[in-house]
T-cell receptor, first 116, second 113 residues
Framework: GAVVSQHPSRVICKSGTSVKIECRSL??????MFWYRQFPKQSLMLMAT?????????EQGVEKDKFLINHASLTLSTLTVTSAHPEDSSFYIC????????????FGEGSRLTVL | ELKVEQNPLFLSMQEGKNYTIYCNYS?????LYWYRQDPGKSLESLFV?????AVKQEGRLMASLDTKARLSTLHITAAVHDLSATYFC?????????????FGQGTILTVHP
């Protein structure tokens, strides 16, 4: 199956700093990528849809100025958490919809963000 | 608004027993997914169900979809310890994109001797 890679897998930062998380499709082109957030012992919530070459679409309640998403190429989407605070600590998971793959989604390994 | 509900949320099973996890969704959905998540890990895709009456099996797990009842089930046969994990169902949120999923709350499965 197709591989989606996230980096970093773990990051610890100080409150007020910004953190960038990368999501790459390694062996296929992904026109659309999705960013999810999972708080401890909770389910996944869709944050935004990232389309190559255009602005991301954010779900209701997600601050677009705080969670900056860039999808500059068919294999890379980035999520930047700006001015991070402890309540932003979470597990961030991306998924990708590949060209030619019908119905199946591929999830990255996830990135655990801890804001001190 | 699409809502997805799983039950039970916690399931403690004895090895060798059978059990079913239920996934109800509130509005029409084009497809239904089942995922497994181990602690600290991301999601592992188990099944994608695309049409009414779809049934898929992999090892001790079997998933089915009834779109009329808006119900999917994940049946576990002769459980083994390795199946201990959290299981999520997710329904397609609708619209043009296949990746906009609404997840259920998750079912934490523990299989003990």
């Amino acid at each position: 199956g197709a591989v989606v890679s996230q980096h970093p897998s773990r990051v610890i930062c100080k409150s007020g700093t910004s953190v960038k998380i990368e999501c790459r499709s390694l062996d296929f082109q992904a026109t659309t990528m999705f960013w999810y957030r999972q708080f401890p012992k909770q389910s996944l919530m869709l944050m935004a849809t990232s389309n190559e070459g255009s602005k991301a679409t954010y779900e209701q309640g997600v601050e677009k100025d705080k969670f900056l998403i860039n999808h500059a190429s068919l294999t890379l989407s980035t999520l930047t958490v700006t001015s991070a605070h402890p309540e932003d600590s979470s597990f961030y998971i991306c998924s990708a919809e590949g060209l030619g793959y019908t119905g199946e989604l591929f999830f990255g390994e996830g990135s655990r963000l801890t804001v001190l | 608004e699409l809502k997805v509900e799983q039950n039970p949320l916690f399931l403690s099973m004895q090895e060798g027993k059978n059990y079913t996890i239920y996934c109800n969704y509130s509005t029409t959905s084009d497809r239904l997914y089942w995922y497994r998540q181990d602690p600290g890990k991301s999601l592992e895709s188990l099944f994608v169900l695309l049409s009414n009456g779809a049934v898929k099996q992999e090892g001790r797990l079997m998933a089915s979809l009834d779109t009329k009842a808006r119900l999917s089930t994940l049946h576990i046969t002769a459980a083994v310890h390795d199946l201990s994990a959290t299981y999520f169902c997710a329904a397609l949120k609708g619209g043009t994109s296949y990746g906009k999923l609404t997840f259920g709350q998750g079912t934490i499965l523990t299989v003990h001797p």
